[in-house]
């Protein structure tokens, strides 16, 4: 950290509550302090000055040590429906993207967890360019507190489904759903929070055994390995049957139910046979089905499903017995589909 007379500032929304407490008591602070500062933090103020109960003593040594990180909010699009898609800088210039989408229940925020993936899927927008960085976890809360901070919206529900792939960022991850369920900060309750995965399994095995309340999606898209190798090569690695098997662990582990993402391809994975055989892999499971019609992302020659095709996939799930959803479309005008607009940013740096 430190170089000879150069001080290396850290982000302080990169600590856990257990972190900032511990490093507080090592330095001979009393433990109350953190609980504190970690109010402070997450009600949103932006100097340690502003800290007001805190003695200055400790406010010199935050200085000394650490900055409160904000994101800037660069773009901006909002769609005819409400949802709002935001283009957030982060320090080192990098640009991630997130969604507000407004519910029945209330407000959900759709998150990246990665600048740029390295993942990829053959028909997502997020691939280009591969893996640039991992966000550190006060980065993924500061994609929360910056919407908050420009809309003024409260947000009550988060899905980590933006740009890249949350367990390939394993641990930032955990510590970012640890701080944003802590009961002194931004409090979302953990059944209220979903992450998404292509379907690292060594992953899936850990965070069962992490004993969370969060949600899990599995981003599926084919029942058959020649299908989905084409569509995500990480079925390569971990094939339909290998992920099935950590599936099972995750459910029997947790009692919890997974989501099965299906974004449907015209004539790709949308057919009568791709259903049953869909229907045949997840029947007896503890899941749901969440069909996309597919966003059509430019550079790729992937099509949306016919309506019918889409109805008739849905009867045949539905016959089976498996609880199953039309995803309702949200911010389809303006470029819907996740890393779209940090893709048309990145072009445009480009040209
Ligand atoms: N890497 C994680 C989370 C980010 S992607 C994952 O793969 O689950 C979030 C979801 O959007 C995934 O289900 C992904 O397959 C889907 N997705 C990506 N591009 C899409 C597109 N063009 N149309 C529809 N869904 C897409």
């Known amino acids: 950290m430190m170089e000879v007379g150069i001080m290396v500032k850290s982000n302080i929304k990169n600590l856990t509550y257990e972190e900032l407490e511990r490093l507080l008591v090592d330095k001979g602070f ?32 935050l200085n000394d040590n650490f900055y409160i990180g904000i994101a800037r909010v660069i773009d901006k699009q909002q769609s005819k429906d409400g949802t709002i898609k935001y283009l957030l800088g982060l320090e080192d210039n990098n640009a991630v993207e997130c969604v507000l989408m407004k519910y029945k229940h209330g407000y959900s925020i759709c998150i990246s967890s990665q600048v740029g993936c390295r ?22 809360i500061e994609e929360i507190m910056a919407v908050e901070r420009e809309s003024g ?3 009550s529900n988060i899905v980590i489904m933006g740009i890249g792939e949350p367990f390939d960022n394993y641990d930032e991850v955990m510590k970012f759903l640890r701080t944003i369920n802590h009961r002194d900060g931004i409090n979302i309750g953990m059944r209220h929070i979903t992450i998404s995965t292509s379907g690292l399994v060594p992953a899936i095995y850990k965070f069962a055994d ?11 898209h084919s029942a058959k390995d ?15 049957a290998e992920l099935m098997k950590a599936c099972d662990y995750y459910i029997e582990k947790t009692n919890r139910r997974i989501t099965f993402e299906y974004a449907l391809i015209d004539g790709i994975n949308d ?20 069909l996309i019609p597919i966003n059509p992302v430019k550079g790729n020659e992937y099509k949306r499903s016919e309506l019918n095709s889409i109805k008739e996939f849905m009867k045949i799930i539905k016959d089976n017995g498996i609880p199953v959803t039309l995803r309702r479309e949200l911010g389809t005008d303006i470029e819907g589909a996740c890393g779209q607009l940090r893709k048309s940013y990145l072009n445009d740096s480009v040209n």
Not at 212 to 217: D, G, I, K, R, V
Request: with cysteine.
């Open 30 to 61: 009393p433990r109350y302090r953190a609980n504190q500062i970690f109010k402070w933090i997450y009600k949103d103020v932006e100097e340690f000055e502003d800290m007001n109960n805190l003695p200055k003593d400790i406010i010199n040594y």
């Open 119 to 140: 993942m990829n899927c053959s028909f997502c927008a997020s691939t280009e360019g591969g893996l640039v960085r991992n966000l550190r976890s006060g980065e993924m």
């Open 153 to 155: 919206i409260k947000i």
């Open 210 to 220: 992490e004993n969370l309340q969060c949600n899990l999606a599995i981003s599926l």
């Open 226 to 240: 020649e299908i989905r190798n084409k569509l995500m090569p990480i079925n390569r690695k971990y094939n339909i």
């Open 271 to 290: 057919s009568k046979e791709d259903a049953k055989a869909l229907s045949r892999l997840l029947k007896g499971k503890l899941c749901h089905i969440n």
